[in-house]
């Protein structure tokens, strides 16, 4: 069995792990452990450990926004358009979950906000 030691200090992870891990991170990381991994590496977890309840918050803040919104639901149909999962007959459709967390995003990061890609 693989271990990853995780230490976090001061909103710095530092990621201990064994010949194996490392194997498995430049092969790909296998699918189950993928969201594990993926939020300890890039310090989402830490970040959420701080800030809990901060995703849910500036979500709530994001839907009163109409202007940011309305730019989201015009978009959305467009985004991934080849893509089964974000298709509205898709079950479950991803498009309520992308919706969230570009609405959040764009909430969060006032400056950058919401911007419509243009292929």
């Given at each position: ?25 430049r092969k790909g990381v296998p699918n189950e452990h993928r969201s594990y991994v993926w ?17 849910h918050r500036v979500l709530l803040e994001g839907q009163s926004n109409t202007k940011l ?51």
């Amino acid at each position: 069995m693989n271990v990853i030691i995780v230490y976090v200090c001061r909103n710095l992870t530092l990621l201990y792990y064994n010949i194996s891990v490392k194997r498995y991170i430049r092969k790909g990381v296998p699918n189950e452990h993928r969201s594990y991994v993926w939020m300890m590496v890039s310090g989402a977890q830490t970040q959420m450990d701080v800030n809990p309840g901060y995703y849910h918050r500036v979500l709530l803040e994001g839907q009163s926004n109409t202007k940011l919104v309305d730019t989201v639901v015009t978009d959305l149909n467009r985004t991934f358009p080849d893509n089964v999962k974000f298709r509205t007959s898709a079950s479950p459709c991803l498009q309520q979950t992308l919706h969230n967390v570009l609405v959040a995003y764009g909430q969060h990061n006032t400056s950058v906000g919401y911007c419509q890609v243009v292929y």
